[in-house]
């Protein structure tokens, strides 16, 4: 039974994680992509590190805090720019692919030995050397707080304080989505996702609307890699196809091209996969698959969900079925 | 419907009366003007119009058999393909031979579609874009130009665009009664008939209250039943200032509405001329007979009932 109750805690521990709000906001950001705007990006890793070594980078060298979320944000914007203007033109698949490989780029030059000074190289950057500024604006006293069944730092590396401020972000970001589709900028956006040259017929400048999408989906990567980052530490190959793919999963999970979609799914996946591991952790003896095996299990089971998810709930957990199933 | 503007109306079709009727005649107030337009697919060539002109404030028709290059020539024109007599920085034709074009006084070559639009030229498509996933009145509120909220910062304060918004929806209202759409403005545009989406995405262009509306094959599909009506809609946007051309393949609305008539085969224009007129043109029947026997009714129809059918057209 108190392995059961574990299995809860646990659950209910990571849905919580200031990394699990990083997540769902680079999930917000790739649903203002790919859910709102149809575009392919297979790259929303790439925009989250980019933003990680932005603003990392940006503390080690002596800028405050608020300068160095605006190099992030500037990061961000940059990164977008650069891989849009040369793609948003052409059909989507090609920025699909030119999203991959930028975020390998990325990846690759973060882990490059000759920027060992400046990166870390393929070490990383170890997260106290550029936690402090944020930890300093805490407005909480010294100690630990007991809330529900959580029992946490107030400020410490996965305390309160950042709990507090990257799901407020969450939330943030999430009612400013929902506030942008709800407009004429939104319906705009919609008609693109479904067909542009309807939309360029009606005299919209489908490249401008594409590359103010591909900018804010992208600022919104970057500031989840800075909130990924800021409990942990910059790990170049922690942000690389893999987390892109995660991505993609808890966004369709929860159901692109809803608000809280996203949001959801995020919570939902990490909850799931503590779940199917501890599960099997319990049911299933160590001689059969031990705690290491049965990790790598419960990340071949999102595979698979992914998988049944795509062909048997393609709209996610919020979605409406209507709105996916039209085809023209 | 001012009495001016109709009597504009009135008198840019009297224009017509004095036009030569050749091929590339020139119009005594054209608001489109085409020189060198060629669009080559691979070997074939799907556009070849030397000059055309269309006249101000009245509606034109553009004939001609299947693949004679009409939905090619709408999409040069409107920027969504770019003519193979493009001027070039190296090479290309010489500037004389270059294709050239200009609409209500503005050079429109390489101009991009959503430009082209705001200039006021705006285009149906023959096979319908009506967007599936929005509502029909959505649909409508896309068409609607200069919104605040289109602005990525305006979008955000609703306050900013809420009038215009509102203003628009009720502009929408409006036109979706004139086109029988109006109880369907909740539904997907995905759930409407063929037909009814052709209605809409005529409706959605006139939101913007377009210098001249292209419409590319509008009847096709339509209900029978609201074609009589429509045609009505489209003879009053006219008479308010509208100038129309349109591609259509159904004789009878050619002959029932157009004013003046173009006749393209095999890429050139090869006739002009009043609907009756035009109709028993030997390279009329000629392009007609000899492209494509398979045409149906139409083309025996159209041999048969051209004159008698004239005195009909006043009746609207
Ligand atoms: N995208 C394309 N690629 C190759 N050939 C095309 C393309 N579009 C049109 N064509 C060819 O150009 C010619 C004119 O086609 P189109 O403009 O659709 O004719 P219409 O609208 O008069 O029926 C046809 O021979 C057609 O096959
Ligand atoms: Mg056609």
Request: hydrophobic share 50%.
């Given at each position: 039974?108190?392995?059961?109750?574990?299995?809860?805690?646990?659950?209910?521990?990571?849905?919580?994680?200031?990394?699990?709000?990083?997540?769902?906001?680079?999930?917000?950001?790739l649903?203002?992509?790919?859910?709102?705007?149809?575009?392919?990006n297979?790259?929303?890793?790439g925009?989250?590190l980019?933003?990680?070594?932005?603003?990392?980078?940006?503390?080690?060298?002596?800028l405050?805090?608020?300068?160095?979320?605006l190099?992030?944000?500037?990061?961000?914007?940059?990164?977008?720019l650069?891989?849009?203007?040369?793609?948003?033109?052409?059909?989507?698949?090609?920025?699909?692919?030119?999203?991959?490989?930028?975020?390998e780029?990325?990846r690759?030059i973060?882990?490059?030995?000759?920027?060992?000074?400046?990166?870390?190289?393929?070490?990383?950057?170890?997260?106290?050397t550029?936690?402090?500024?944020?930890?300093?604006?805490?407005?909480?006293?010294?100690?630990?707080?007991?809330?529900?069944w959580?029992?946490?730092?107030?400020?410490?590396?996965?305390?309160?304080?950042?709990r507090?401020?990257a799901?407020?972000?969450?939330v943030i970001?999430?009612?400013?989505?929902?506030l942008?589709m709800?407009?004429?900028?939104?319906?705009?956006?919609k008609?693109i996702?479904?067909?542009?040259?309807a939309?360029r017929?009606?005299?919209?400048?489908?490249?401008?609307?594409?590359?103010?999408?591909?900018?804010?989906?992208?600022?919104?990567?970057?500031?989840?890699?800075?909130?990924?980052?800021?409990?942990?530490?910059?790990q170049?190959d922690?942000?690389?196809?893999?987390?892109?793919?995660?991505?993609?999963?808890a966004?369709l999970?929860?159901?692109?091209?809803?608000?809280?979609?996203?949001?959801?799914?995020?919570?939902?996946?990490?909850?799931?996969?503590?779940?199917?591991?501890?599960?099997?952790?319990?049911?299933?003896?160590?001689?059969?698959?031990?705690?290491?095996?049965?990790?790598?299990?419960?990340?071949?089971m999102?595979?698979?969900?992914l998988m049944?998810?795509v062909?048997?709930?393609?709209?996610?957990i919020?979605?409406?079925?209507?709105?996916?199933?039209?085809n023209? | 419907?001012?009495?001016?503007?109709?009597?504009?109306?009135?008198?840019?079709r009297?224009?017509?009366k004095?036009?030569?009727?050749?091929?590339?005649a020139?119009?005594?107030?054209?608001?489109?003007?085409?020189?060198?337009?060629?669009?080559?697919?691979?070997?074939?060539?799907a556009?070849?119009?030397?000059?055309?002109?269309?006249?101000?404030?009245?509606?034109?028709?553009l004939?001609g058999?299947?693949?004679?290059?009409?939905?090619?020539?709408?999409?040069?024109i409107?920027?969504?393909?770019?003519?193979s007599?493009?001027?070039?920085?190296?090479g290309?034709?010489?500037?004389?031979?270059?294709?050239?074009?200009?609409?209500?006084?503005?050079?429109?070559g390489?101009?991009?579609?959503?430009?082209?639009?705001?200039?006021?030229?705006?285009?149906?498509?023959?096979?319908?874009?009506a967007?599936?996933?929005?509502?029909?009145?959505?649909?409508?509120?896309l068409?609607?130009?200069?919104?605040?909220?289109?602005?990525?910062?305006?979008?955000?304060?609703?306050?900013l665009?809420?009038a215009?918004?509102?203003?628009?929806?009720?502009?929408?209202?409006?036109?979706?009664k004139?086109?029988?759409?109006?109880?369907?403005k909740?539904?997907?545009?995905?759930?409407?008939?063929?037909?009814?989406?052709?209605l809409?995405?005529?409706?959605?262009?006139?939101m913007?209250?377009?210098?001249?509306?292209?419409?590319?094959?509008?009847?096709?599909?339509?209900?029978?039943?609201l074609?009589?009506?429509?045609?009505?809609?489209?003879?009053?946007?006219?008479d308010?200032?509208t100038?129309v051309?349109?591609?259509?393949?159904?004789?009878?609305?050619?002959?029932?509405?157009?004013?003046?008539?173009v006749?393209?085969?095999?890429?050139?224009?090869?006739?002009?001329?009043?609907a009756?007129?035009?109709?028993?043109?030997?390279?009329?029947?000629?392009?007609?007979?000899?492209?494509?026997?398979?045409?149906?009714?139409g083309d025996?129809?159209?041999?048969?009932?051209?004159?008698?059918?004239?005195?009909?057209?006043?009746?609207?």
């Open positions: 039974m108190d392995m059961w109750i574990k299995v809860l805690y646990d659950m209910s521990a990571n849905m919580i994680l200031p990394t699990t709000a990083a997540f769902a906001i680079a999930a917000i950001g649903n203002v992509h790919f859910g709102f705007t149809g575009l392919l297979m790259g929303q890793a925009f989250m980019i933003g990680a070594y932005g603003f990392s980078v940006a503390t080690i060298a002596g405050p805090f608020w300068a160095a979320t190099v992030t944000i500037a990061a961000g914007t940059i990164f977008a650069l891989l849009g203007i040369p793609t948003l033109k052409l059909r989507g698949d090609y920025l699909a692919i030119v999203t991959i490989a930028a975020a780029i990325v690759m973060g882990r490059a030995s000759v920027l060992n000074s400046v990166t870390g190289g393929s070490n990383g950057l170890p997260g106290e550029y936690r402090n500024t944020f930890s300093a604006l805490s407005p909480f006293p010294d100690g630990k707080t007991a809330f529900l959580f029992d946490f730092d107030n400020t410490g590396v996965n305390g309160w304080f950042i507090i401020v799901w407020s972000l969450v970001f999430a009612v400013l989505v929902w942008l709800r407009s004429p900028w939104g319906r705009v956006i008609g996702r479904e067909d542009e040259d939309v017929s009606l005299g919209k400048n489908v490249f401008a609307f594409k590359m103010q999408a591909l900018i804010i989906g992208g600022v919104l990567g970057a500031i989840g890699g800075m909130f990924y980052v800021l409990p942990t530490s910059v170049p922690a942000l690389g196809r893999n987390m892109t793919f995660l991505i993609w999963t966004m999970l929860g159901g692109a091209a809803t608000i809280w979609g996203p949001v959801l799914g995020s919570a939902l996946f990490f909850a799931l996969r503590i779940f199917i591991q501890g599960t099997v952790d319990i049911l299933i003896p160590d001689a059969i698959l031990n705690t290491q095996q049965t990790e790598q299990f419960s990340w071949i999102v595979g698979v969900a049944l998810l062909i048997f709930r393609p709209q996610g919020l979605g409406d079925k209507k709105e996916l199933n039209f023209v | 419907m001012s009495n001016a503007t109709k009597k504009t109306a009135t008198e840019a009297a224009e017509l004095t036009v030569k009727q050749t091929p590339g020139s119009k005594p107030d054209a608001i489109l003007v085409v020189d060198n337009v060629v669009r080559d697919f691979g070997g074939n060539r556009v070849d119009v030397d000059h055309l002109e269309v006249q101000r404030g009245v509606i034109t028709a004939i058999p299947n693949g004679a290059g009409k939905t090619t020539f709408f999409n040069l409107t920027g969504f393909d770019q003519p007599s493009a001027k070039k920085m190296f290309g034709p010489s500037a004389d031979k270059a294709a050239k074009w200009s609409f209500n006084g503005k050079l429109l390489n101009t991009a579609a959503a430009s082209v639009a705001k200039s006021g030229m705006v285009r149906t498509f023959q096979l319908t874009k967007l599936s996933r929005l509502t029909v009145m959505q649909n409508m509120l068409g609607a130009k200069d919104q605040r909220g289109e602005s990525f910062l305006a979008a955000f304060v609703k306050p665009w809420a215009q918004e509102k203003a628009n929806i009720a502009k929408a209202e409006d036109l979706l004139r086109f029988k759409l109006y109880e369907k909740e539904d997907l545009a995905g759930s409407l008939s063929g037909g009814q989406k052709k809409l995405e005529m409706a959605r262009a006139l913007s209250d377009p210098v001249m509306i292209m419409l590319d094959e509008p009847m096709a599909g339509v209900n029978p039943a074609t009589q009506s429509l045609l009505g809609h489209i003879q009053s946007l006219r308010e200032g100038t051309l349109f591609v259509e393949h159904d004789m009878h609305m050619v002959r029932h509405i157009s004013d003046w008539v006749v393209m085969a095999e890429g050139r224009v090869v006739a002009e001329g009043p009756d007129t035009v109709m028993s043109d030997q390279a009329v029947i000629d392009a007609y007979l000899g492209a494509h026997h398979d045409t149906d009714l025996d129809a159209l041999l048969e009932e051209g004159a008698m059918d004239a005195p009909k057209k006043e009746k609207k």
